[in-house]
């Protein structure tokens, strides 16, 4: 096609049927501006949810976090202590022990401020627990003996291989534990101490 056939063939095209093309091109680019413009929308509205849920996950986890600081700290009854000297202290009260080597002093902590409980834990693994103004009539396996030491009542009981000697006196509780064969001697050097006190 010439030139000249291209330019008559444009000039006989009808005002009104451009008008229509040029509408139709104008209502099709606004289609896809409107489009363009609800995709961005949807784009920023998904962002937008995905930074409330991050959000909101980072909230409940410290949340979790603090309530697990505060559990830690309330939950932590057990306190080692270095000597016998700080276990007296922190009881309030003198503590008999035997004569044979320590190898830790371990003080519990109680919600009543009035009792106390503590434990001296031996190198031959026996331990020794006292308490004070707490009911603990637990017993641990079969009362096999009794035996009496004046006004102080001691029952001996086993379970499994740990021999166990329980006894009170006024307001205080006893709890001497071994593993293998008691010593009546060595309970009976407690209750000696515990009565000159």
Do not use: W
């Not at 040029?22 to 606004?30: I, R």
């Not at 289609?31 to 998904?46: E, G, H, P, R, Y």
């Not at 600081?69 to 000597?83: D, K, T, Y």
């Amino acid at each position: 096609m010439k030139k000249t056939n291209l330019v008559d063939a444009l000039n006989m095209i009808d005002d009104a049927t451009i008008e229509e093309i040029l509408e139709k091109d104008h209502l099709t680019q606004n289609k896809v501006k409107k489009d363009t413009i609800m995709k961005k929308n949807n784009i920023l509205k998904f962002a937008l949810v995905i930074a409330c849920v991050v959000l909101f996950v980072v909230v409940l986890n410290n949340q979790k976090e603090n309530k697990q600081e505060e559990i830690v700290s309330v939950v932590s009854p057990v306190v080692e202590v270095g000597s016998l000297e700080e276990l007296e202290e922190m009881l309030g009260f003198e503590v008999p022990v035997l004569d044979k080597e320590v190898e830790n002093y371990v003080y519990f902590n109680q919600d009543d401020e009035n009792q106390k409980y503590g434990r001296i834990i031996y190198q031959d693994g026996s331990t020794f627990d006292i308490q004070k103004n707490i009911q603990d009539e637990s017993y641990y396996g079969e009362i096999v003996e009794t035996e009496q030491f004046g006004d102080i009542t001691v029952e001996y009981s086993e379970l499994d291989e740990y021999q166990y000697a329980f006894f009170a006196k006024d307001e205080y509780t006893y709890l001497y534990s071994i593993e293998g064969t008691m010593d009546h001697g060595e309970v009976e050097g407690l209750i000696e101490q515990i009565k000159a006190a």
